[in-house]
């Protein structure tokens, strides 16, 4: 089914409760050494419904900003600038563990994230989340070969190791890199119905692991029984 036609299939069953005229907005924030994929896999299942979502990149400053394997993304507005968002996306990279003990940095992504309609995040993004007490209290998961790092930003976390990504309440975290485009699916099925996830997955040909338990990774780094 397109993708348009599903969408209205959704919203006549009740489905789609924010209004089709106010699209929500998807907000990334990058910083140097990002993973490229955490960024732009689920901005292109979020904007293949432009309808319903704009895509937004915030960064230390207006600008370029280099990814850890080199080329750039250019953000819209600096972390001070930015705009408040309905999605607020926190991608890995291994400019994390500069920035988890940046406090000017974790104050900021606390108060400016903590509205937020859905707080979620990519691989050891969730890291950067714990470490700013967005996570305290929630169930969360991270990239499985950097998941004792993630841990240890997150004390009062409920760390959780076998899940392709973990739900709770409006707090969205994915396990490593393309786990986040699974997670971003989840998201708008949760939102717009599973017809429509299905078409957009379907649109870029990408097999969309449903399970939000699937994990082989977890085993294979040791983090549960094999």
Known sequence: MP???????ASDNGVVSHHESSP??????????????????????FGALPDQFRLTLVGPASGPVRSAPGPQAISQYSYLEAPGAEVVLGPGGPGTR???????????????ASDAE???????????????GLLDGYRATSNKRAFAWACEQGPDVEWVPEARWV????????????????MALGLIARLHGDQVAASVADGVELEWHRDPT?????????????
């Open 3 to 9: 993708v348009n036609r599903a969408i209205r299939k």
């Open 24 to 45: 929500r907005q998807v907000a990334v924030v990058l910083f140097e050494d990002f993973e490229i994929l955490d960024v732009f896999g689920p901005l292109e299942m």
């Open 98 to 112: 500069r920035l988890a003990t940046e406090q000017v940095f974790l104050k900021w992504l606390a108060r400016w």
């Open 118 to 132: 859905f707080i979620t995040s990519v691989c050891t993004g969730s890291g950067l989340l714990a470490a700013a």
């Open 167 to 182: 739900e709770d309440r409006n707090r969205w975290t994915s396990s490593g890199v393309a786990a986040g485009m699974d």
């Open 214 to 226: 699937w994990d082989p990774f977890a085993a294979n780094n040791g983090l549960t029984p094999s």
